[in-house]
């Protein structure tokens, strides 16, 4: 039942905010299904790039995908991922690649409380102010971002945002369903980097799989329903509290 719950979950954040879904696939698979952390990554990765790409192509038939401003940061991201699933994720220990989780967590719950207050003061609440495009600032940072995505299975969604922001010149509405279609992306690169080691984990695949993709659809109807600030406040509550789990019990 707690694996069905967080299947949902997943789908929900990844329809809400565009991210988050391998932050909440993690830890689920590995204090809920009793997977090994680096099973846990390497399914993750499988999982929310499925839901992703279901989630982006529905976001390209609307027209809100910018593929062409993104494409440097795609390739070098799925570069990344690969690399860092097949070579980085190697040289880890599992409680270190829990560690990084935990601290990634932190990172995001904190960016997206900031960012819901600063909406709460009446502030902007978007990640920064739009730049012009900068191709190579796009490569670094998504070589990066696949990097981190590869070792912890992630989807980078709270990454990629303001990055596409930053140095693609996107607006948030622009930037959320973009970042989805990456995170697909990524994801191939991720599963390519793990296969062939015996870590991906077929049922809970299938489930977060089926799962998440009904939670995304839901997720998606909420976020035209609901206040930016309040999904990003239960978002940033969720992260910091999970973050916490994990810090403690990584073995």
Avoid: C, H
Avoid at 6 to 20: K, N, R
Avoid at 157 to 173: E, Q, S, Y
Avoid at 210 to 238: D, H, S, W, Y
């Amino acid at each position: 039942m707690v694996l069905w719950a967080a299947a949902l979950l997943v789908g929900l954040l990844l329809g809400l905010v565009g991210g988050g879904g391998g932050i909440v696939t993690v830890p689920a698979l590995v204090y809920g299904g009793g997977l090994d952390p680096k099973q846990a990554v390497a399914t993750s990765l499988a999982v929310v790039g499925l839901i992703a790409a279901v989630a982006a192509v529905m976001e390209f038939r609307a027209g809100r995908v910018k593929w062409q401003d993104a494409l440097p940061f795609a390739v070098a991201g799925i570069i990344g991922t690969f690399f860092g699933a097949k070579v980085v994720s190697g040289l880890l220990s599992s409680s270190v690649q829990m560690l990084i989780f935990a601290t990634i967590m932190v990172a995001a719950g904190l960016s997206m409380l900031r960012s819901a207050l600063k909406e709460g003061r009446g502030q902007k609440g978007s990640v920064t102010t739009p730049t012009r495009r900068n191709a190579a600032l796009l490569m670094v940072s998504g070589l990066g971002v696949g990097i981190v995505s590869g070792v912890v299975g992630i989807g980078g969604g709270f990454m990629i945002v303001p990055a596409l922001v930053l140095f693609a010149g996107f607006d948030a509405k622009r930037a959320v369903p973009t970042s989805l279609a990456i995170i697909a992306v990524n994801s191939v690169g991720g599963v390519a980097g793990y296969f062939g080691k015996g870590l991906i984990v077929p049922d809970a695949f299938y489930l977060f799989s089926a799962v998440g993709m009904v939670g995304m659809v839901l997720g998606g109807q909420v976020r035209a329903k609901l206040p930016a600030r309040v999904i990003k406040l239960v978002f940033a509550g969720l992260l910091l509290v999970m973050s916490v789990v994990v810090f403690f019990t990584r073995g």
